[in-house]
């Protein structure tokens, strides 16, 4: 049975300029988005399965960041719930550093890389 279908799941949302993550039932399409409560920016939609980092871990954003900024979310479930797929997202900069490297070197879309879990490794 859908997990999602089920029960009306909360997903992320994250303000990287100022640190912060919230709950929120997905937009209304119609609408302009969720905003931050802190700055009046837009809430970056982070997905179901975000863990955002301590506010003072200023590292740890900049990844959340490159990630956000690539149009990727931190999913664990399929879209509709039904089954689990980890699905890898870099937590250091090391990790995010080797992955913008082997996008310069071989032309492949950083997005891409930055969803493999080795990213010298074809999908």
Do not use: I
């Not at 929120?24 to 982070?46: F, I, Q, S």
């Not at 690539?70 to 995010?96: D, N, S």
């Amino acid at each position: 049975m859908c997990t999602y279908a089920v029960f009306p799941a909360k997903t992320h949302y994250a303000c990287v300029s100022c640190r912060v993550s919230f709950k929120r039932h997905p937009a209304d399409r119609r609408g302009p988005g969720h905003r931050c409560p802190n700055c009046g920016g837009p809430l970056a939609c982070a997905g179901h399965d975000f863990a955002a980092p301590r506010r003072t871990d200023r590292r740890a954003w900049s990844v959340v960041a490159a990630v956000l900024a690539a149009g990727l979310r931190y999913e664990g479930f399929e879209p509709c719930g039904c089954r689990r797929e980890p699905k890898f997202r870099p937590r250091t900069r090391a990790q995010l550093r080797a992955r913008r490297a082997v996008a310069a070197r071989t032309g492949t879309p950083l997005a891409e890389l930055l969803a493999r879990a080795d990213p010298l490794t074809a999908a």
